[in-house]
Structures are given as structure tokens and as C-alpha cells.
């Protein structure tokens, strides 16, 4: 299994202001996915983060409000542009070794927007 | 939108007691995974059943899969407190891209 982290854990910002969430995976994995849980809800896919080309956005999310980078196999970045207490949520990354195997996910970054 | 319908939406039993939950899907699937979150926090990968099967097990834990019907169910025995936490199933329907669709999940509460 693949070992995950997140940066930042938490974090409380100001609506209008942008924050970006990290991802970093211990080995090499080929996919690596965003998702968004609000409160209380199940988790939504935001985007497929492919390495050496743009995202691959699921419908209701666009890249100018969540822009993602994935310069190498390991590592990816989400930005939540531009928010607003809508935002408010946890941000999950997940990587997976394949079409029909097992996805393993980060710890989370927990949003606040005032 | 959401694939996965759960129930039920919550659960409060007392230990030592079996924890069943059910997850019902809309289109055919690569396979369904289960995973469990504790308190808002990262997913942890319980199990996951490939459609071609129909049951599995884990520890305490026992999946069937009943593509037919498209549901499943999960069953925790013997529970403990430490099984409190919020458990989703997810499925995978390949499309070039391994895409996770989740379940409402359900709110497990086991009572000492």
C-alpha cells in the first residue's frame, strides 16, 4: 500500500484568498485523484491529476476554480481558488496502482472559510 | 452525481453485537470497495470485491456482492467500540480512467 500525506492538515482562511493543498506520495503511482467531502456528506471526485498533461475535471468543477499540477509521478497539487464559505469541506487526495485495484487516501485537509 | 445509496444511513448497536451494511448501486461496475472514516479524517481501505465474486472476508469483516441486484452488504462481527467511525462503499467502473464513485455511507456507533 502507498503511505500519503497532506499539507496543510487544517487550515482557516478568508474568503476571496486561495489556498493550496499538497499531496505526496511515497512511490511512484501512475494516478492520483481529488475529492471533496462537505460536511457531513460522501465524497465527491473533483479531478483526475495526470502527470505531464492538464486535469481531467469531473462536471460541476473547473480548472480556473480548482487548478491542479502534477509535475512528477509522486507529487500533485490542488488549489482552491478564490473561495468562499461554500468551500468549506475536507480535500482528500487518493492515488491508485490501476484500473480495478485498490485506492489509498491521504489524511485530509481540513477547510474552513469564513 | 452519487452511485451508491447506503443503508442504513445510521447504526447504533452495542458490542459484541454484528453491524450489517447495505449499499446499493445504479450501473454495472468494475468492482465496489469498501473503506472506513473515522471522525473526518483519511479513508482507510476495508475490502474490495471484484464483480466476478460474490463474497469475501477479511478479519471480522464479510462482503457479498450481488451483481444481479446491484448491492452489497457489509457485515462487521463482533463489533467493538474502536468500529465506530462512517463506512462508504465505492465503485469503480472503468472507463480508461479509475474513477471512484461513492456511497452516502452509513454512521456506525458502537456502544461499549
Known amino acids: 500500500s502507498a503511505v500519503i500525506s497532506q499539507k496543510p492538515s487544517r487550515d482557516i482562511c478568508q474568503r476571496g484568498t486561495s489556498l493550496t493543498i499538497q499531496c505526496q506520495v511515497d512511490?511512484?503511482?501512475?494516478?492520483m485523484f481529488w475529492y471533496r467531502q462537505q460536511p457531513g456528506q460522501s465524497l465527491t471526485l473533483i479531478a483526475t491529476?495526470?502527470?505531464?498533461?492538464?486535469?481531467?475535471?469531473e462536471s460541476g468543477f473547473v480548472i480556473d476554480k480548482f487548478p491542479i499540477s502534477r509535475p512528477n509521478l509522486t507529487f500533485s497539487t490542488l488549489t482552491v481558488s478564490n473561495m468562499s464559505p461554500e468551500d468549506s469541506s475536507i480535500y482528500l487526495c487518493?492515488?491508485?496502482?490501476?484500473?480495478?485495484?485498490?485506492?489509498?487516501f491521504g489524511p485530509g485537509t481540513r477547510l474552513l472559510v469564513l | 452525481s452519487q452511485q451508491g445509496e447506503e443503508d442504513p444511513q445510521a447504526l447504533s448497536i452495542q458490542e459484541g453485537e454484528n453491524a450489517t451494511m447495505n449499499c446499493s448501486y445504479k450501473?454495472?461496475?468494475?468492482?465496489l470497495q469498501w473503506y472506513r472514516q473515522n471522525s473526518g479524517r483519511g479513508l482507510v481501505h476495508l475490502i474490495l470485491?471484484?464483480?466476478?465474486?460474490r463474497e469475501k472476508h477479511s478479519g471480522r469483516l464479510r462482503v457479498t456482492l450481488d451483481t444481479s441486484k446491484k448491492s452489497s452488504s457489509l457485515l462487521i462481527t463482533a463489533s467493538r467500540a474502536a468500529d465506530t467511525a462512517s463506512y462508504f462503499c465505492?465503485?469503480?467502473?472503468?472507463?480508461?480512467?479509475?474513477?471512484?464513485?461513492f456511497g452516502t455511507g452509513t454512521r456506525l456507533l458502537v456502544s461499549p
Open positions: 487518493s492515488v491508485g496502482q490501476g484500473a480495478g485495484e485498490t485506492q489509498y
Open positions: 465505492a465503485t469503480t467502473r472503468y472507463t480508461g480512467f479509475q474513477k471512484l464513485v
Open positions: 491529476a495526470n502527470q505531464g498533461s492538464e486535469a481531467t475535471y
Open positions: 512511490s511512484q503511482v501512475t494516478m
Open positions: 450501473t454495472s461496475i468494475n468492482n
Open positions: 470485491i471484484r464483480s466476478n465474486e
